[in-house]
Structures are given as structure tokens and as C-alpha cells.
């Protein structure tokens, strides 16, 4: 109802292309090649350990960034001297994990059309929850891709996760994943979902989320834009 009142007061202001105009979009860290001078500051500021400097044959470095565990702070792109480092707007980053061919087939020929979401917060700090809710406003509109989110896991198709698990929910975590139908897809949004983020080592902690249940997709970003969300469902979804 907030939606359509939104509209009328504010008239037609839902984003034509949200895939295409990205200027909204932070996106991956990038390294230029053997520019490194090994200095190690890159690494050092890292505190989810995400950068590492190779040497190759010639005696150059190479600087790799996994973008999985990348909480896009910019730190190391700041503390860089010799301007290595940069932040594109590239948010295509989500990763598909599905196992097997068959599974693949059947995920694609059940959801090519819809898809239903249950959205569970096992332990985050709220920031990927409130780009999740962003995808929902009358600027990014994801229903007009098919796609819902439910409130009741039977009514689901697929489990998006926000946050570490912690101890206290990894038990309604669990319960939330068997009461949904086969096939059933599971979605890793932001940092702490698949590799623990900066929480990782906190008190209360029970573990990762891709070490409780079978991740299907891994959507990076601390948090991950709206642009980067919808861009992974859609993945899934078979529709890009």
C-alpha cells in the first residue's frame, strides 16, 4: 500500500534499466598488473584477509583480491602509494555454487518465471537487510521480475541469508531450510554470509552460513548494492 501511495504522490519514478544504469553501484576492487611494489600495506589494513601479493617470475608482483570476502571499505585502496588499487562500479560479482547438472536444470526450469524468497537474519549488523528491503521500493521494483518475498518458508522457493550465524539462530536457521519444498535454492548476501566478515570471531558465533547448509549462490558486498541483489537473483533465475 506504501508502494502505491508512493506513486501518486511522487508519479512514475521507478528505475527504467537498474542493471544498466549502475552509477548507483559500488562495485569489486581491482589491481593494476605488476605495478606492486610489495610494500605489504595493502595487506596489513585487510581484516578479513582478502588481498594477497604473489611474486611471478620475473620478480614482479601481482596483487589478487578476493571479492567473496572483500568488505569494499577501501582501505586498502587508500593506504595504497603507488595508486595500485582501485574501486570499479562493477557490482556483477554474485557467483552461482549449484551442484551438479541435473540440479542445475531442475533450479533453472522451476524459477525461470518466479520466485519466491524467505528472508532469514542469523546475525548481521543490518546493513545488508536494508539494501535487501531497498530491491523492494517503487525505485527498483523487483516484483516486476517475478520475483516475492513470503513471510511463511512452505510458501518458498529459495532462503536468503543475512549475517554470521549465530548460536541462537542457527537452530530457527535450520528449521526455516527443512520446512521449504524441493527443490530449494539457498542465497548468501554480503560478507559475513560466506566468509564471517569482521564478526567472524565474535562472541556468539556459531559458524558460516556455507558451513551449515549448501550455498547455491554467494552474492559479495558489505553491504552488496541493490544493484548487485537483483543481479544475483537474476543469475539464479536463469533471466541474464
Known sequence: MNNIFDRIKYGTETIKEPLKDNEFSYGKVVAKENSCNNCGKCESVCVV?????????????????????????????????????????????AQLQLAGDKLREKIYKTFKRSLVLRVVDTG???????????ISNTFYDISRFGINVSPSPRHADG???????????????????????????????????????????????????????????????CPPSPQAIIF???KIMDKI
Open 232 to 234: 544475483g537473483l537474476l
Open 159 to 221: 532462503l536468503v541469508v543475512t549475517g554470521v550465524v549465530t548460536i541462537n539462530m542457527k537452530e530457527a536457521l535450520e528449521k526455516t531450510y527443512n520446512a521449504m519444498a524441493d527443490p530449494k535454492i539457498v542465497i548468501a548476501v554480503g560478507s559475513c554470509a560466506y566468509n564471517g566478515g569482521m564478526f567472524k570471531d565474535g562472541d556468539g558465533v556459531y559458524g558460516v552460513l556455507k558451513d551449515i547448509l549448501p550455498v547455491d549462490l554467494i552474492i559479495p558486498g
Open 49 to 93: 584477509n582478502a588481498i594477497k601479493i604473489n611474486t611471478i617470475k620475473n620478480g614482479e608482483h601481482l596483487v589478487t583480491i578476493d571479492n567473496k570476502k572483500c568488505l569494499y571499505c577501501r582501505n586498502c585502496v587508500d593506504i595504497c602509494p603507488s595508486a595500485v588499487l582501485k574501486m570499479t562500479s562493477e557490482y556483477k560479482m
Open 124 to 134: 548481521s549488523c543490518n546493513a545488508c537487510m536494508s539494501e535487501l528491503n531497498a
